[in-house]
């Protein structure tokens, strides 16, 4: 049970993992031989370094360093594939591999425990770290997420990964892929899922082993990469103003990081579009990132209220997409809608349709209304609809010539990605209001807190959305899409001039709005103490059209208490799941 009293804590920026090339290994580890006639029961897994020295910087401003030591777990003969679920919030998480025998593909069931969650395998590596004295000052674990930044290490490896770009840290996230393709590497750093370490300038050695559990587990031979570390002290000023760059720096994001004003990085290799992408730009960025606009990558802590959010912005460091970085600043484009408006009959086909289906609330804290709202107490929430499928939920605005709303559309599609009907499905209006910015498609969700007897006490006033898959809430449902072509632009739902915007759902992923942003929040000045249920509803209205409206709706228990101006929330568990 959690309990979170009135606070204001500050939102961290995150990114989402980056595709690196590994260009350099250590020596010894070769080009694997052409494979056998029959596949191996599974890959042949090594851990390597892409470097044997790497340099640090500490920031005086906040001293410690994130020690990305370039350490690689590789797989050749076959992609290390584990598929890990849940059947509900009831039961554990569990994992299995994908094996292979006589060239076909068997689930094979990993022992009880294995994970924990859905962020990675917890203490796969083992890092010991000592000075120049050979004194050991570092002794730690770290958890590994088989699809953090990756590139190939030998040319004949697929051009591109199938896996997705990270593994989620939502707490009501239902089932997940993690992946090394075959001939591939996987970065072991867990980023800024790590705790920073407080080192002196100076000279170190880490050491960097698998634990001996996924050792025996996955058949991984026990040779530790040894590599030198240097640590630097810098300002951020000195930074600023064009001093030399060290290798690691605030800790954004998981791989290569640097502070801004670096050059930017490379694109991420592009996928095949779906039919609701075909004929959509190329997006631009540094490489995939999540949750930028909507939340950050992990559930949110209690956060600012905008008018004190946007002037502690504006006194902090400017931030901005740099290589191995992407916060969101680097406008991408939105996926092109139809050229104009559908005509002909509508028509709504026997075809696979999207399913729509809330998560249940969290990210919950008490907030007060700031010097723009004196007075006010609030319950803020973040919230989540994701889309189960087996098809994308596609919608396309029209505006006419004049108009402030536009007019929205679902498509339809069949088998082969064509599209094959049409139906009218409300509208899309501009929202100003910092935080948002874009077009929203009216009634996609609505959020209601219900008394103890589920019954309406409060409803947001927010029930319209910009569609974004930030979060990837269920990777293993039919139809997944592990490569969701508009993962977090933040110009996904066009500009204020726009004459026509296509705002996209995909399969497989959720799009969350976290409780920072306007109208993710009830108004409980006058509520009395007591038990209450956040209630998070997708397709209130039920225009969209979908495979099933039966599991649109989500509760989450909350219990209310102290005094106004002082009030608190306590959040129950969820059955297994203790996370507000």
Request: charged content about 20%; aromatic content about 8%; glycine content about 10%.
């Amino acid at each position: 049970m959690t309990s979170t009293r009135n606070t204001r804590l500050r939102r961290p920026l995150l990114a989402g993992t980056t595709a690196l090339a590994v260009t350099a290994v250590t020596a010894g580890v070769v080009a694997a031989a052409p494979e056998a006639a029959k596949a191996p029961t599974g890959p042949k897994l090594s851990l390597i370094a892409a470097t044997d020295s790497v340099t640090l910087t500490s920031w005086k401003e906040e001293p410690g360093v994130f020690l990305d030591l370039g350490t690689y777990l590789t797989a050749e003969g076959a992609p290390l594939e584990l598929k890990v679920t849940r059947t509900s919030y009831k039961d554990p998480v569990v994992v299995t591999q994908t094996v292979y025998a006589g060239g076909k593909a068997k689930a094979k069931t990993l022992p009880k425990g294995t994970v924990k969650d859905f962020s990675g395998l917890p203490g796969f590596v083992e890092l010991t770290l000592t000075d120049g004295k050979g004194k050991k000052v570092l002794t730690r674990t770290e958890d590994f997420c088989p699809n953090n930044a990756s590139g190939r290490v030998r040319p004949d490896a697929p051009s591109t990964s199938k896996y997705p770009e990270s593994c989620p840290t939502n707490a009501f996230t239902l089932g997940s892929v993690w992946g090394v393709e075959k001939g591939w590497a996987a970065n072991t750093y867990a980023g800024s899922y790590t705790d920073q370490v407080k080192l002196k300038p100076g000279k170190y050695t880490a050491k960097v082993s698998v634990a001996k559990k996924y050792r025996d587990l996955f058949g991984i031979a026990d040779k530790p990469s040894a590599v030198k570390v240097t640590v630097v002290e810098k300002s951020w000023e000195e930074e600023a103003n064009g001093g030399p760059a060290g290798r690691s720096a605030k800790g954004y994001g998981h791989a290569g990081h640097q502070m801004p004003g670096a050059h930017e990085g490379h694109q991420m290799p592009g996928h095949a579009p779906t039919a609701a992408q075909s004929g959509a730009p190329a997006t631009s960025g540094a490489g995939v990132s999540y949750n930028v606009g909507h939340g950050p990558l992990k559930a949110a802590p209690p956060a600012l209220p905008w008018a004190a959010k946007k002037q502690q912005a504006a006194r902090s460091l400017r931030v901005g997409d740099t290589a191995g970085q992407t916060d969101g600043s680097r406008k991408a484009p939105a996926l092109a809608p139809l050229a104009k408006r559908p005509t002909g009959r509508a028509a709504v086909p026997d075809v696979p349709k999207p399913d729509l289906r809330s998560l249940p609330a969290y990210g919950i804290t008490i907030s007060d209304g700031g010097e723009n709202v004196p007075g006010k107490d609030y319950l803020a929430f973040s919230a989540n609809v994701w889309n189960a499928g087996p098809a994308q939920l596609v919608v396309d605005g029209f505006r006419k010539p004049g108009k402030d709303k536009m007019d929205a559309f679902q498509y339809f599609y069949d088998a082969k990605g064509k599209q094959v009907g049409f139906t009218p499905t409300g509208t899309m209006e501009w929202d100003p209001r910092p935080g948002h910015v874009h077009w929203h498609f009216t009634d996609f969700a609505s959020y209601r807190l219900l008394k103890a007897d589920q019954k309406e006490a409060v409803r947001s006033g927010k029930e319209a959305f910009c569609l974004a898959n930030t979060d990837a809430v269920d990777y293993t449902v039919k139809g997944a899409n592990w490569h969701p072509y508009n993962t977090d632009l933040s110009t996904a739902c066009g500009q204020e001039n726009s004459i026509s915007v296509r705002e996209v759902l995909d399969v497989g992923s959720g799009d969350t709005y976290t409780q920072d942003l306007p109208g993710q929040s009830f108004d409980i000045t006058d509520l009395p103490n007591g038990t209450y249920y956040i209630q998070v509803l997708a397709n209130p209205e039920k225009r969209l059209k979908e495979t099933s409206t039966a599991n649109n709706s989500a509760l989450r228990k909350v219990v209310l208490g102290g005094k106004k101006g002082k009030r608190t929330v306590t959040v129950p568990a969820h059955d297994l799941v203790n996370a507000n």
